[in-house]
Nanobody, 114 residues
């Protein structure tokens, strides 16, 4: 069954904003720390941000101060608000449980033009 569905990506100019959403199955989401990851062209997948079940957040240095992760526990959904986007943020963005990740979803493409 589908466990993770990411959405909200698109094409945006540098300095713009996007809000990503990730709908997760309860088995993946409930009580677990969730994370956002990204994979840029020709690069390995990298961690971007994570949020605990209680709402504590941690960010990669590359996005700190620009991205905000949040979650809606009632909707099994995690969000990533991305502001002041840069061309180097161009990537496919994924979400997953941080510990014991489930099958990866299809991701959502974010393209930032200069």
């Amino acid at each position: 069954q589908v466990q993770l569905v990411e959405s909200g990506g698109g094409l945006v100019q540098a300095g713009g904003s996007l809000r990503l959403s990730c709908k997760a199955s309860g088995s993946i989401f409930s009580g677990n720390t969730m994370g956002w990851y990204r994979q840029g062209p020709g690069k390995e997948r990298e961690w971007v941000a994570r949020i605990s079940s209680g709402g504590s957040t941690v960010y990669a240095n590359s996005v700190k101060g620009r991205f905000t992760i949040s979650r809606d526990n009632a909707e099994n959904t995690v969000y990533l608000q991305m502001n002041n986007l840069k061309p180097e943020d161009t990537a496919v963005y994924y979400c997953n449980r941080v510990s014991f990740p489930g099958n990866w979803g299809q991701g959502t493409q974010v393209t930032v033009s200069s």
